[in-house]
């Protein structure tokens, strides 16, 4: 098992490290596998302890995805974190999280939040960048879910 460190910086500085379990890594694609490990409210999902995170990352998009599960495999929903500068490391990947996300729940529903706590000091590029982005993904989700989902079938199915 090899471990990699997920280095997210909010739009306010404060910078947060996650360890994960590399599941793939490809050259414009990165699978990091994460545990829960304590409450949190996303929209109207509760996320526990114990409960599963398959986070995606690629270098040249504009967002990043985590697929989260319960203990029994079950999805919960796909979430979207708007996001620039996506870097890969060694043992490290890094990413800027633009605060607006997306969740989609596994009956289609979306949810869009955190578009509150973008600070009022941004620059007028970066909140047409956080828009433009929310709109293009809202168009994309099925596409892109489909594609995770299929990666992380194969990934699964190799090990």
């Known amino acids: 098992m090899q471990y990699w460190v997920e280095r997210k910086t909010k739009l306010t500085g404060e910078v947060v490290n996650y360890i994960c379990e590399l599941i793939a890594s ?16 996303v929209g109207n999902l509760a996320l526990r302890p114990g409960m599963i995170t398959y986070g995606f990352y690629w ?7 985590y697929k ?19 870097q890969f490391g060694d043992e490290e990947v890094s990413w800027r ?23 009022e000091s941004v620059d007028t590029w970066v909140r047409i960048y ?25 990934v699964n199915e190799a090990i």
Do not use: C, H, M
């Open 26 to 41: 490809e050259p414009r694609r990165l699978i990091l596998k994460y545990e829960i490990n304590q409450n949190y409210q």
């Open 130 to 154: 956080i828009e433009a982005t929310k709109q293009n993904l809202l168009r994309q989700v099925p596409a892109i879910i489909e594609e995770t989902d299929r990666a992380l079938q194969k």
């Open 59 to 65: 270098p040249e998009r504009n967002y990043t995805l």
């Open 68 to 86: 989260w599960f319960d203990q029994d495999g079950t999805l919960l929903g796909n979430y979207f974190n708007i996001a620039d500068s996506v």
């Open 97 to 119: 999280d633009l605060a607006v996300d997306i969740l989609v729940y596994p009956d289609q529903t979306v949810e869009v939040l955190d578009e509150y706590e973008i600070p």
